[in-house]
């Protein structure tokens, strides 16, 4: 990676997101905003992180983007954790144990 | 209440994001060393915290960095991620809109997932707080995330170098979102959410410039959305 590239990353992400958390409470105030921009918003995280590991689960980069059965079923154990204890700590734990125990035996 | 000191609202917010210590030190103990892993230097990525804070989208550019994207997709993609910051920013706004300006810049710059949560919640539960205390309250929350969400991406950041490549850390970024993502899922719209996303990003992941990723966050705001509406007659009618 270029250290130019990197710092224009941590740059212009730090300036987004500090606008993005300063727009109401800073600018515009407190004014109604319209339902339906708001129903949006509340799904940007639920609808962008999923989207982003699945690629990475179903073809991780480590084996060429080969389906790899350790890796996957970590992500399951994640998953399965998350959804059982909806903790977070819990859940990477849990995923991780797998990994390990998994690349044990078969990696 | 009114009559709680300033102060004792402050240290109820420093007990009540307590716990989430436990969520925050991990998360970016892992930001450092994946970000070094990844070839950012120690300084980089303690930057990276500062500038940023918030994990979900720094980990998302981190990974977008590491496949080699353009920049301004990069870009896109994990503002997308932080767009919620705007929610909760508006959000907040009846509540802190009162205070000086210059407390509400510094204010937005701490706007994180714990922050928000616990102050929302508490803010409309004592509506007779001035001011004054929910500033407190809400500075009472940051102590215990913020200052560690720095030490603990420097920590991470030292030992990163340290770790040898068999530990298969190139999997530790997609636990940590798959971990993020159960707890999100509070809702059938959220859940219609993440599964159209999912399906949408492997469907279009033949799209150049991770537009894949784009369109099926798109998709799935849109998909949340709409089945909120449908599931909530009634706030429609207001």
């Known amino acids: 990676m270029e250290t130019s590239t990197i710092w224009t990353v941590i740059i212009l992400l730090g300036l987004g997101s500090f606008a993005m958390r300063f727009l109401f409470l800073g600018i515009v105030g407190d004014k109604e905003l319209p339902d339906w921009l708001l129903r949006h918003l509340r799904y940007t995280a639920v609808a962008i992180i999923p989207g982003l590991v699945a690629p990475l689960v179903v073809w991780p980069g480590a084996t060429g983007g080969e389906l790899d059965p350790p890796r996957l079923t970590a992500a399951l154990a994640t998953l399965v954790v998350g959804w059982l204890t909806k903790n977070v700590i819990a859940a990477i734990a849990g995923g991780a144990t797998t990994l390990y125990t998994m690349l044990f035996f078969f990696g | ?238």
């Open chain 2, 1 to 238: 209440m009114s009559t709680q000191s300033t102060k004792s609202v402050f240290w109820k917010g420093v007990r009540d994001a307590a716990p989430f210590f436990l969520v925050v030190a991990p998360f970016s103990l892992l930001f450092g060393v994946v970000a070094t892993e990844a070839g950012l230097s120690v300084f980089e990525t303690l930057s990276f915290s500062i500038a940023v804070i918030a994990g979900a989208a720094q980990f998302t550019a981190l990974q977008l960095m590491v496949d080699d994207l353009p920049t301004v997709i990069v870009l896109i993609s994990a503002l997308a991620v932080n767009l919620r910051m705007a929610m909760y920013s508006a959000s907040l706004t009846p509540y802190l809109g009162q205070a000086p300006l210059w407390q509400r810049a510094v204010a937005a710059y701490f706007i994180v997932d714990q922050s928000y949560s616990l102050s929302a919640l508490q803010f409309e539960e004592n509506p007779a707080w001035t001011i004054k205390q929910r500033m407190a309250y809400f500075w009472g929350t940051v102590a215990p995330i913020c200052p560690f969400w720095y030490a603990f991406t420097l920590l991470g950041a030292l030992i990163g170098e340290t770790i040898p490549d068999r530990l298969a850390l190139d999997f530790a970024l997609p636990i940590c979102f798959l971990a993020l993502i159960m707890p999100m899922l509070r809702s059938p719209a959220h859940v219609a959410a993440a599964l159209v996303s999912v399906t949408a990003a492997l469907a279009f992941s033949w799209m150049p410039y991770n537009l894949g990723l784009l369109t099926a966050g798109i998709l799935g705001m849109m998909t949340g959305a709409e089945i909120e509406r449908r599931l909530k007659p009634e706030e429609e009618a207001r």
